[in-house]
Nanobody, 124 residues
Framework: QVQLVESGGGLVQAGGSLRLSCAAS????????MAWFRQAPGKEREFVTA????????YYADSVKGRFTISRDNAKNTVYLQMNSLKPEDTAVYFC?????????????????WGQGTQVTVSP
């Protein structure tokens, strides 16, 4: 049973930084793609970034490119999302997701496992 547990959300002023963590358990994740999605109130859940555990290839939504960085710690089975230069429009619940199969990395329907989410609020 795959479990994903996010942490690190909170309240930050615009221009500030936060680092989210996603602790993964229940599998060997070397063949998985890990991703972060976010959902703002009244909006669809949207792709933020993804990382292929094997090889470390990364992908970013245009809205976060240059500000957010996804990374992994193999020893801890943990994926991180470093968020810098935060903007009020980054306010959302951030979800960690995982999948073993292929498909478009931005397509949320291709991910089989989800965490419970962590709230990020950016004040003006």
């Amino acid at each position: 049973q795959v479990q994903l547990v996010e942490s690190g959300g909170g309240l930050v002023q615009a221009g500030g930084s936060l680092r989210l963590s996603c602790a993964a358990s229940g599998r060997t994740f070397s063949t998985y793609t890990m991703a972060w999605f976010r959902q703002a109130p009244g909006k669809e859940r949207e792709f933020v970034t993804a990382l292929r555990w094997s090889g470390g290839s990364t992908y970013y939504a245009d809205s976060v490119k240059g500000r957010f960085t996804i990374s992994r710690d193999n020893a801890k089975n943990t994926v991180y999302l470093q968020m810098n230069s935060l903007k009020p429009e980054d306010t959302a619940v951030y979800f960690c997701a995982a999948r073993q199969r292929g498909g478009s990395y931005w397509y949320r329907g291709s991910y089989d496992y989800w965490g419970q989410g962590t709230q990020v609020t950016v004040s003006p």
